[in-house]
């Protein structure tokens, strides 16, 4: 069996469904499972609803759920027809009817907490699924509708919860298997799951990626294949520098470094179910689906060039942390990182210094929090508008002198945080946001002017 993942532009709208519903006919033999997210921006619209409710403004809570209900209105019935469309609409009306209830029911308390705010996020796949699925349907596919949170088990880490492998997989097996072995086409939702008691939860934005490697490990996929509106993973962000080219064959270690450094075509947490299996994923274009896409895997084909690729991850703040007297003694460094735990901020970069550590988060509004707590032990200053550049590639382990030619490359520009990770395929550094682009262009001029055949297109 197959899974396919479709995201947010790939069921955009009744013709994105459609160039779907052709996709997955063409794949019947290989016996797909069908993961979608939900339609383009929908997850934003959710998450905006919910912030409104929260905020008690239950007028533009309601008003945006009544523009959410039309789009997918219009969808279903642009794909359903007339008979099929009369049978789902009051499967919409009543799911609209709950949303409803809950954006209410938030208004009233008040407060969103992230466990509401998950309830509220999880209508976008259960909408695009059921809309799939009944699409499927009408056009005669052999589909069966799987509730994603019924099948994907979490943690109670309401907005990023982490799924429990060994029961989701026995739920897969339970719930999924017989599907296929009956012929059906299981399609359900990304990003959705549940704990152990049935309460919904959402695995971090993007996750819709994450689900697909999660089925696809626990029912033993041939492979996993993540459709998008790009032709595969690319050199460098297609909209920073449209002249970048398609990778053909990536690593998987080189896919998590890229993904991880912000190429936002895969979320990050994708890769590790299909090492654990050895599964290849490959990335492909739901509007060229002709296209050969990208293919991750164990061992790909060695590169002419030095670099694979090159990520951009923006919004990272800098937090310096300086303490002449403290830094060498013993448990200072500990402590620093006992109260990033505390905050629950994951820290991307360090360098260290005689006197001072600087480290690079993700920005986010428990910094100022985190930031007060460490000025009880040293100097602290943090400061955002930054970013990471990471040239991601097998060849740093192997070949000297790259950051000689990187950094020759960038002599007049400013680069705070310079660090070649321990996975040794990484080379990262800081430089302030605005600057991103035009370090992106040049470094991809300099790098892929010439690019290898056997590995890019
Ligand atoms: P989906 O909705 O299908 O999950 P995403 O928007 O999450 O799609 O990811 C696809 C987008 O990722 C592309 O449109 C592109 O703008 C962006 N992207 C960033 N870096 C890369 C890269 N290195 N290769 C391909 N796409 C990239
Ligand atoms: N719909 C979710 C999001 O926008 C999950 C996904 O599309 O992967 O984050
Ligand atoms: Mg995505």
Redesign the pocket.
């Given at each position: 069996m197959i899974v396919m993942k479709?995201?947010?532009?790939?069921v955009e709208d009744a013709s994105a469904i459609r160039r779907v519903m052709q996709i997955v006919e063409g794949r019947l033999q290989q016996q797909p499972v069908v993961v979608v997210?939900a339609l383009?921006k929908v997850t934003d619209q959710l998450h905006t609803m919910a912030r409104a409710s929260g905020a008690g403004n239950r007028e533009t809570a309601t008003a945006l759920a009544r523009r959410l209900q039309e789009r997918h209105t219009q969808v279903a019935a642009a794909l359903l027809g007339q008979p099929a469309f009369e049978e789902f609409h009051p499967v919409l009306d009543e799911i609209f009817q709950n949303l409803n209830e809950l954006l209410r029911g938030i208004a009233a308390v008040g407060e969103l907490t992230p466990r509401s705010a998950d309830h509220v996020l999880a209508y976008g796949e259960i909408l695009s699924s059921k809309i799939v699925a009944a699409a499927f349907h009408a056009h005669k596919l052999p589909v069966t509708h799987a509730d994603s949170r019924e099948c994907i088990v979490t943690d109670q880490q309401f907005t990023r919860a982490t799924p429990l492998l060994e029961e989701t997989s026995s739920r897969l097996h339970k719930i999924i298997a017989p599907m296929l072995a009956a012929g059906r086409v299981p399609v359900m939702g990304g990003f959705i799951a549940a704990t152990k008691a049935g309460i919904t939860t959402t695995i971090g934005r993007?996750g819709?990626?994450f689900s697909a490697a999660i089925v696809g490990a626990g029912l033993g996929a041939e492979r996993i294949e993540?459709?998008?509106?790009?032709d595969?993973?690319?050199?460098?962000?297609?909209?920073l520098c449209p002249d970048?080219h398609r990778i053909k064959n990536i690593s998987f270690d080189e896919a998590a470094e890229?993904a991880y450094f912000?190429?936002?075509?895969l979320h990050p947490a994708t890769v590790l179910p299909a090492i654990q299996k050895n599964i290849p994923v490959y990335v492909l274009n739901s509007r060229n689906p002709n296209c050969e896409g990208t293919r991750i895997s164990a061992r790909p084909a060695k590169s002419r060039n030095f670099l694979k690729?090159i990520?951009a991850k923006k919004r990272i703040t800098i937090i310096d942390i300086a303490s002449p007297r403290m830094l060498l003694a013993h448990g200072f460094l500990k402590a620093i990182f006992d109260a990033f735990d505390r905050h629950r901020i994951a820290v991307d970069v360090v360098s260290t210094s005689e006197v001072s550590v600087s480290l690079t988060v993700d920005s986010n509004e428990s910094i100022p929090a985190l930031a007060a707590e460490l000025a009880a032990l040293a100097d602290v200053k943090y400061e955002g508008r930054k970013a990471i550049i990471c040239l991601v590639g097998e060849n740093l382990r192997e070949v000297p002198g790259i950051a000689a030619h990187v950094f020759g490359e960038l002599q007049d520009i400013k680069i705070r945080m310079i660090s070649q990770g321990a996975s040794e395929i990484n080379l990262s550094f800081v430089v302030e946001e605005e600057h991103v682009p035009e370090i992106v262009q040049r470094l991809h001029r300099k790098f892929f002017s010439d690019p290898d055949p056997d590995v890019f297109a």
């Amino acid at each position: 069996m197959i899974v396919m993942k479709f995201g947010g532009t790939s069921v955009e709208d009744a013709s994105a469904i459609r160039r779907v519903m052709q996709i997955v006919e063409g794949r019947l033999q290989q016996q797909p499972v069908v993961v979608v997210s939900a339609l383009a921006k929908v997850t934003d619209q959710l998450h905006t609803m919910a912030r409104a409710s929260g905020a008690g403004n239950r007028e533009t809570a309601t008003a945006l759920a009544r523009r959410l209900q039309e789009r997918h209105t219009q969808v279903a019935a642009a794909l359903l027809g007339q008979p099929a469309f009369e049978e789902f609409h009051p499967v919409l009306d009543e799911i609209f009817q709950n949303l409803n209830e809950l954006l209410r029911g938030i208004a009233a308390v008040g407060e969103l907490t992230p466990r509401s705010a998950d309830h509220v996020l999880a209508y976008g796949e259960i909408l695009s699924s059921k809309i799939v699925a009944a699409a499927f349907h009408a056009h005669k596919l052999p589909v069966t509708h799987a509730d994603s949170r019924e099948c994907i088990v979490t943690d109670q880490q309401f907005t990023r919860a982490t799924p429990l492998l060994e029961e989701t997989s026995s739920r897969l097996h339970k719930i999924i298997a017989p599907m296929l072995a009956a012929g059906r086409v299981p399609v359900m939702g990304g990003f959705i799951a549940a704990t152990k008691a049935g309460i919904t939860t959402t695995i971090g934005r993007g996750g819709s990626d994450f689900s697909a490697a999660i089925v696809g490990a626990g029912l033993g996929a041939e492979r996993i294949e993540i459709w998008t509106d790009v032709d595969g993973m690319m050199t460098t962000d297609p909209n920073l520098c449209p002249d970048a080219h398609r990778i053909k064959n990536i690593s998987f270690d080189e896919a998590a470094e890229l993904a991880y450094f912000g190429a936002k075509v895969l979320h990050p947490a994708t890769v590790l179910p299909a090492i654990q299996k050895n599964i290849p994923v490959y990335v492909l274009n739901s509007r060229n689906p002709n296209c050969e896409g990208t293919r991750i895997s164990a061992r790909p084909a060695k590169s002419r060039n030095f670099l694979k690729a090159i990520a951009a991850k923006k919004r990272i703040t800098i937090i310096d942390i300086a303490s002449p007297r403290m830094l060498l003694a013993h448990g200072f460094l500990k402590a620093i990182f006992d109260a990033f735990d505390r905050h629950r901020i994951a820290v991307d970069v360090v360098s260290t210094s005689e006197v001072s550590v600087s480290l690079t988060v993700d920005s986010n509004e428990s910094i100022p929090a985190l930031a007060a707590e460490l000025a009880a032990l040293a100097d602290v200053k943090y400061e955002g508008r930054k970013a990471i550049i990471c040239l991601v590639g097998e060849n740093l382990r192997e070949v000297p002198g790259i950051a000689a030619h990187v950094f020759g490359e960038l002599q007049d520009i400013k680069i705070r945080m310079i660090s070649q990770g321990a996975s040794e395929i990484n080379l990262s550094f800081v430089v302030e946001e605005e600057h991103v682009p035009e370090i992106v262009q040049r470094l991809h001029r300099k790098f892929f002017s010439d690019p290898d055949p056997d590995v890019f297109a």
